[in-house]
């Protein structure tokens, strides 16, 4: 307490007399008193105590100058502040408000001066700096103003009606398309500053005010400063110059149908896939993962259901998986049903193994993009059409569409609001464990050509996985390891229940129709 430090430095300069003679060496004795009679140890204590005296006092705060006693009623609201300026920017911007001609505050940038002083806010009107008033001024000439003032500045505001102005600010939430940590980013200006995230991260954006950095923090998560993140733009132009890291040939193993047209996908004497997608397999470049806008949706009670998407290499168990949720509930889960242009045999009805339609018309179909995926095997067309996932949807059903990843990018629509499940194989010890009596089957069209698994089948279906992964990752909302089949059901069921009754992340376009 200030008390203390003054009965301190009286203390002090009391202790000379207070040096008893009976000390026994007369040179400590004369020592002693040199000290503490030195002046230089005096006013060094004294200043410092001072400084104590300060610190105690709290005199440092910004000190508000008396308010004048002239204040009309009406001027009530008035706002004096007074903020220390060092040589940091304020951190607030102002404009000129054409209707009512007042200068108002525009814009403060998160975590600058006056923003962290929380004094000043979007909205309020400047009647004076440093107790020139602004009325009559260009906010060119307050800028003026505010640039050469050092040290304190004193603010005569008009608090704005709408405090919470900047919450009205429109949040923006985006998906992380990538793994990001600023130790590795040589770009990054400050690497303290910068925020860490995974793919699939939802961040909050609190400013893209800066082209290059965007200022981030972690959604839900409580901490009021926000962390430097490369912007969108500059994230893709980096990821430009990087150039494709997705080899071609990698396309290859992707080919084949899966059976949901009800086709093996291999030939038994080459072991070549012998269907190849029509539509271009081609990397786009234009998805180049960096940020998607997104916003929690909620299914409302009785709207149609999301599309369930599930992807994953040939002969990890989609079929099984499908299998086993349309048995555990045929009133609310359904696929869709193919369309071929081959003749319908005795035993087959139109419309229920496959629409038995015409080449010809088949192929007016493709030309008219009526297909999501579509192939040709044995001078045959097989193909999933649109109309048949909405067939199912139609009924209030939940669609379970197993597809190759790079059809992904064209059902995520407003339409269908997909939601993406990767299934990935175990480790190639656990494949060979569980699979012992898994076939890779093939379908009523391709008869008894079922096969036992063979190494190299589990080979290239963690490699196929792997790379599906690298490539399409960031369009998989959940992964689930095909293991142990029951464990793997039960989590997808537990997934689409999730889905169907919380709210999730789904890009913005989704959402306004
Ligand atoms: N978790 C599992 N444990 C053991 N066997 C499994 C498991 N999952 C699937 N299988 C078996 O593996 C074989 C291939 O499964 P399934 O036909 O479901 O694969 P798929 O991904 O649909 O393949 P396709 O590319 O043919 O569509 C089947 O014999 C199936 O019973």
Same mark, same amino acid.
Do not use: W
């Given at each position: 307490s200030p008390c203390l430090a003054l009965g301190l430095y009286e203390l002090l300069v009391a202790l000379p007399s207070q040096?008893?003679?009976?000390?026994?060496c007369p040179e400590d004795n004369t020592f002693l008193r040199e000290i503490f009679g030195e002046r230089s140890l005096h006013s060094l204590m004294k200043s410092l105590l001072s400084v104590h005296d300060t610190v105690a006092r709290h005199s440092y705060d910004p000190e508000l100058p008396p308010l004048p006693d002239d204040i009309d009623d009406d001027e009530d609201s008035v706002k004096i502040i007074r903020l220390v300026k060092?040589?940091?920017?304020?951190?607030a911007t102002i404009r000129y408000?054409?209707?009512?001609g007042a200068i108002l505050v525009a814009r403060i940038m998160k975590g600058g001066a006056a923003d962290r002083s929380g004094l000043i806010h979007v909205g309020d009107e400047l009647k004076e700096v440093n107790g020139i008033p602004?009325?009559?001024?260009?906010p060119e000439e307050i800028i003026r103003i505010l640039a050469q003032s050092q040290g304190a500045i004193t603010f005569k505001v008009v608090p704005g009606?709408?405090?919470e102005a900047p919450s009205k600010e429109p949040k923006v939430f985006m998906k992380a398309l990538f793994d990001y940590d600023p130790k590795e980013d040589?770009?990054?200006?400050?690497k303290e500053a910068g925020l860490a995230f995974k793919k699939g991260s939802i961040l909050q954006i609190?400013?893209?005010?800066d082209a290059t950095w965007w200022q981030a923090k972690h959604e839900g998560?409580?901490?009021p400063r926000a962390g430097l993140i490369p912007s969108k733009q500059f994230q893709e132009r980096r990821f430009a110059l990087r150039g494709?890291?997705?080899?071609?040939?990698?396309?290859r193993t992707f080919t084949g149908f899966r059976k949901?047209?009800?086709?093996?996908?291999?030939? @038994? !004497?080459?072991?070549?896939?012998?269907?190849?997608? @029509? !539509?271009?397999e081609m990397y786009d470049m234009?998805?180049?993962p960096t940020y998607e806008e997104v916003t929690l949706y909620r299914r409302q009670n009785g709207a149609k259901n999301r599309l369930v998407v599930l992807v994953g290499p040939?002969?990890?168990g989609l079929n099984e998986l499908k299998k086993k949720l349309l048995i555990s509930d045929p009133q609310h889960f359904s696929v869709t049903i193919p369309h071929t242009s081959r003749a319908k045999r005795n035993q087959e009805n139109d419309g229920v193994e496959y629409h038995f339609i015409s080449k010809h018309l088949f192929e007016t179909d493709i030309h008219n993009n009526k297909f999501i995926e579509y192939g040709e095997y044995k001078g045959n067309y097989y193909g999933t059409s649109l109309d048949s996932i909405r067939s199912v949807l139609s009924k209030n059903k939940v669609c379970l569409l197993d597809v190759q990843p790079h059809t992904i990018k064209h059902l995520r629509t407003a339409e269908f609001k997909p939601i993406v499940v990767f299934v990935k194989p175990p480790s190639i010890e656990r494949l060979r464990e569980t699979r012992q009596n898994a076939k890779i089957t093939s379908g009523k069209d391709d008869k008894g050509s079922a096969k036992p698994f063979m190494e190299e089948d589990f080979q290239e279906m963690v490699k196929t996985a792997q790379m599906m992964e690298s490539q399409?990752?960031?369009?998989?909302?959940k992964i689930i390891v095909n293991d142990d089949l029951s464990v793997a059901s039960s989590e997808l069921q537990l997934v689409l229940e999730k889905v169907e009754n919380e709210p999730h992340w789904v890009p913005v376009s989704w959402t306004h129709s």
């Open positions: 040096l008893q003679p009976h000390v026994s060092n040589k940091e920017p304020l951190g408000d054409e209707h009512t602004v009325d009559d001024k260009k009606l709408k405090e040589k770009a990054i200006p400050c609190m400013s893209q005010d998560e409580f901490n494709p890291t997705v080899t071609l040939p990698l396309q949901s047209f009800r086709l093996s996908r291999r030939d @038994k !004497k080459t072991n070549k896939s012998m269907y190849e997608s @029509k !539509k271009s234009a998805d180049v040939t002969g990890v399409y990752g960031h369009l998989f909302e």
